[in-house]
């Protein structure tokens, strides 16, 4: 799948949502496939809608069983790593934090992949369900079957300084708003 591709898929999934973009939005959409050329599976598709020194609101489009892998947000001199609100709107989202490990996740870890996927903590997000994470908190998220669309509300968001636990992985992408 062509990284066009993937916009196009996320593009028409908001539609079905019937989530409203305007057309600088669409154009300006992300489509994050972290130098690893397998957007399908490990990638991300984003709109934001404003990132400022004070908040930040986004739209995370996953298409089905598409994964963000394994990062934190971390602090960047005095300010804090970005404080961050997932609310699930459309799927279903498994999301993975630092805790007791859950037994038999419900996500499917990209094999050859298990030692960069360390949280195992599951936090189920269906339609209205929301989790907040803290800064300096790793975690991991993928779509289930259908895929899945997530908004995002948050501090700055500086994800060209997150830190990814598999070490292969750059982060290219569009200066954000």
Known sequence: MTLDDAKREALAMLRDAQIVLTEQEQESMEV????????????????????????????????????????????????????????????????????????????????GSENVFTARHEIVLRPGDQYTLQPNTAHWFQAGDEGAIVSEFSSRSRDQFDIFTDTTIVRDFQDEK
């Open 32 to 111: 994050a496939d972290l130098g690893l050329g397998n957007v399908e599976e490990i990638g991300l598709q984003i709109v934001v809608y404003v990132n400022t020194e004070r908040y930040c609101a986004k739209e995370l489009v996953m298409m089905p069983r598409q994964t963000f892998p394994e990062h934190t947000h971390p602090d960047l001199g005095d300010v804090s790593g970005k404080m961050e609100t997932f609310r699930c709107r459309k799927g279903v989202v498994y999301l993975y934090v630092p805790g007791p490990p859950t037994t038999d996740i419900q996500a499917i870890i990209p094999v």
